[in-house]
């Protein structure tokens, strides 16, 4: 098999994401293949995009992942590259300007510290002999030991472990050979410890990523888990998949790409507006809203805190006005200092979407939504997951609790 054939294979054709996972061509906005070039994936990176070499240095597999394409019981054709013939293959595709970094990842052939010897192979020859200082993310292989995770952090950019499942019960039930906490999570903790001490290195930190409803795992499931990661793990960020049966194997109905998207939403709330898992709006099932974006449904189930005058609200309280985001926020502050905001031009121009905001402020004292139009919007309070209005501190999910408990228990 030759370099073409064995990318067209190890590359693949279909639509990723960074991490790897099979999307449809038409929900792909991290990562879409270049035209007729196997392996070439754009990727976003910071408003850019940037075409990245993703590849398999083998599809052999020696797990049995039952959501993965390659798994050790799949009848799939096999190739593997050799380091040395993928360092080349990837250097002469970044001289012609077809490709400006590397994701390399790989089956587990030969116990997780054989595969990542290889991965790591590769990576130090394009560090040391091809002098090559450009974007590397590396796959770290699960139960790989501290010694060649240690050396992985030193070489590449980004690592990442997926986790797949959000606890150990619900990994069981899709990847029966892997452990949860030996195999995953300690692998994790490692680069965690490595960059406490070495914080200039890594510089794209630690990412993982989860199937969504492959495992029956409700969206509170995932998020508490997530949340876990990003307060104990410092992990950079979670990805997450919507699962689809691969090779004929159906281990659950194809999980919706909206419960993606509102994932990803209920995500950046934890991320970069304040909110705590605790407060985000679940049904009694620990499912999101589908029906509208859970910072929405958030302040619908919270009338009596709004509206927010928008010329003397905190940050905080800016950020739970739908419509307001970090960046229009932190606008609004430095515009306030100027003076008091009077239009709604103004606030366009602060980056507000203003048909969201209106209901939810007051514009120098004034209330300038369609009251008809906003009554309409606060009936919808209990379109989905009807339950009784309260604060964030009077609910606690149990689950929830218990499963975070667990979490840091554990670890």
């Known amino acids: 098999m030759d370099t073409q054939e064995k990318l067209q294979l190890l590359g693949g054709t279909e639509d990723l994401d960074e991490e790897g996972v099979p999307r449809s061509p038409a929900h792909s906005p991290q990562m879409r293949q270049a035209p007729g070039a196997a392996g070439v994936y754009w990727a976003s990176a910071r408003g850019r995009r940037v075409p990245l070499l993703r590849v398999l240095r083998t599809n052999v597999c020696e797990l049995d992942c039952r959501y993965c394409a390659i798994n050790r019981h799949r009848d799939a054709p096999r190739a593997s590259f050799r380091p040395e013939e993928l360092a080349r293959t990837f250097m002469q595709m970044h001289e012609r300007g077809m490709v400006a970094g590397l994701f390399l990842s790989s089956g587990v052939a030969g116990g997780p510290d054989r595969t990542a010897e290889k991965l790591i192979e590769t990576v130090e020859l394009l560090r040391e002999r091809y002098r090559y200082r450009g974007y590397i993310h590396l796959k770290i292989m699960p139960g790989q030991s501290p010694d060649y995770i240690r050396r992985a952090f030193e070489l590449a950019d980004r690592v990442s472990i997926n986790l797949e499942a959000p606890t150990p019960q619900h990994l069981e039930r899709i990847a029966p050979s892997k452990d949860f906490w030996h195999h995953l999570v300690a692998p994790m903790q490692e680069v965690k410890r490595l960059q406490a001490r070495h914080p200039e290195k890594l510089r794209a930190g630690q990412i993982t990523q989860m199937v969504v409803g492959a495992a029956g795992d409700s969206d509170r499931d995932i998020l508490t888990t997530t949340q876990w990661l990003y307060d104990e793990l410092g992990m950079r960020r979670v990805y997450y998949s919507a699962y689809h049966p691969v090779c004929g194997e159906v281990l659950a109905p194809p999980a919706p790409k909206l419960r993606e998207h509102r994932l990803y939403q209920a995500d950046w709330l934890l991320r970069f507006y304040g909110f705590r898992l605790e407060e ?6 620990g499912s999101l809203p589908q029906g509208m974006d859970p910072k929405l449904a958030w302040a619908l189930r919270h009338p009596e805190l709004f509206p927010v005058e928008v010329n003397r609200a905190p940050r905080e309280w800016l ?13 609004i502050l430095q515009r306030r200092r100027q003076g008091a905001i009077r239009s709604l031009e103004e606030l366009r121009g602060l980056g507000v979407v203003v048909g969201r905001a209106l209901p939810f402020i007051l514009l120098d004292g004034r209330y300038l939504a369609d009251r008809a139009a906003a009554r309409a919007l606060w009936a919808r309070r209990h379109e989905e997951a009807p339950q009784q209005l309260s604060l964030p501190w009077e609910r606690d999910p149990l689950a929830a609790a218990a499963t975070l408990a667990g979490l840091r228990a554990a670890s």
């Open 319 to 331: 950020l739970r006005v739908p419509g307001i985001g970090p960046e229009s926020a932190r606008r």
């Open 280 to 285: 985000l709006p679940f049904a009694a099932d």
